[in-house]
């Protein structure tokens, strides 16, 4: 028995066995003892249309997996296109599966494989309790700076830095600060963030100021503080919807001529005097309910 496959309008005819053998992957399920019940079935012709978006070139490629056990990349096929189509298909992409010459796309595709576990792991351990703690507090988002284990804050108290840095939260992670320095690592950070529903997320690196270096006497007395700035990464976000940050009654008062002698204005105002309001007051989701 064989069934044929279209995939970007490319057909193959395959025996399903091969595909049995291998139960854990989407195809080992469509042609595995609960065929009947897969809810992919076959058009006029008999044929099995699956696989949108992915390119018959890669199919085809990927098809190795299920004779040998091992995907051979070719030239001219691109790794990432590669894991997108391992991903749809249920195949575990890592080095016992891929076989390929281009190295360095094939460990990025791994390191942001781990990276993803290892933020995982991170923000459960180290970012979650922060943010839990800014919550119970009131706020609506969360702006924490990651230091090394080395690092020392020592502040002037009477000077503190003139950049409201007092608002940030302070996390202390030499493991967690060596993570942010790449790039690649913040942006892995950044979707794993979105996929949790935080908003209006920020991930870089910044100045932050650690200790005093000296002090200026400016004229007239006034002492100005000049502190040590070192770059450390930050990470900031939101646990609100954009749109749900304002929520405030907008009146706009127009009056023609100033009051200047309250005393002098009695039960008759002019019209001149009179408030106008242009926008009507907005009603509260919770007042209606």
């Not at 990464?233 to 929520?247: A, C, D, H, L, N």
Request: proline content about 5%.
């Amino acid at each position: 028995e064989k069934v044929t496959l279209v995939v970007d309008g490319t057909r193959f005819a395959v025996n399903p066995q091969i595909f049995t053998a291998h139960p854990d992957t989407m195809l080992g399920r469509m042609f595995g003892p609960g065929r009947e019940y897969n809810f992919t079935r076959p058009n006029e012709k008999g044929e099995y249309e699956i696989a949108e978006g992915i390119s018959s070139a890669v199919f085809r490629t990927v098809l190795d997996y299920y004779k040998t056990g091992i995907i051979n990349c070719p030239d001219g096929i691109s790794i990432p296109d590669l894991r997108d189509t391992c991903d749809y298909l249920c195949i575990n992409f890592d080095f016992n599966t891929i076989k390929c010459q281009d190295l360095s796309a094939l460990l990025h595709e791994l390191s942001n494989d781990g990276a993803h576990k290892q933020f995982d792991s991170y923000l459960e351990e180290l970012i979650l309790p922060i943010m839990v703690d800014s919550a119970r507090k009131g706020e609506r988002e969360c702006h924490i700076v990651v230091l090394t284990d080395e690092d020392t804050v020592d502040w002037d108290e009477d000077h503190p830095p003139p950049m409201g840095e007092e608002y940030s939260q302070i996390l202390y992670s030499s493991k967690l600060y060596r993570f942010f320095k790449y790039i690649e690592n913040r942006d892995v950070a950044k979707a794993v963030l979105k996929e949790r529903g935080l908003k209006n997320i920020r991930i870089g690196i910044e100045g932050y100021p650690t200790c005093k270096e000296k002090v200026k006497r400016r004229p007239g007395g006034r002492s100005e503080v000049i502190y040590n700035y070192v770059q450390r990464p930050f990470i900031q976000m939101s646990w609100e919807k954009e749109e749900g940050k304002s929520r405030h009654v907008d009146f706009q008062c127009v009056r023609s001529k100033s009051l200047t002698n309250l005393v002098s204005v009695g039960d008759d105002v002019s019209e001149d005097h009179e408030v106008i309001m242009h926008h009507p007051p907005q009603v509260d989701e919770l007042d209606r309910l």
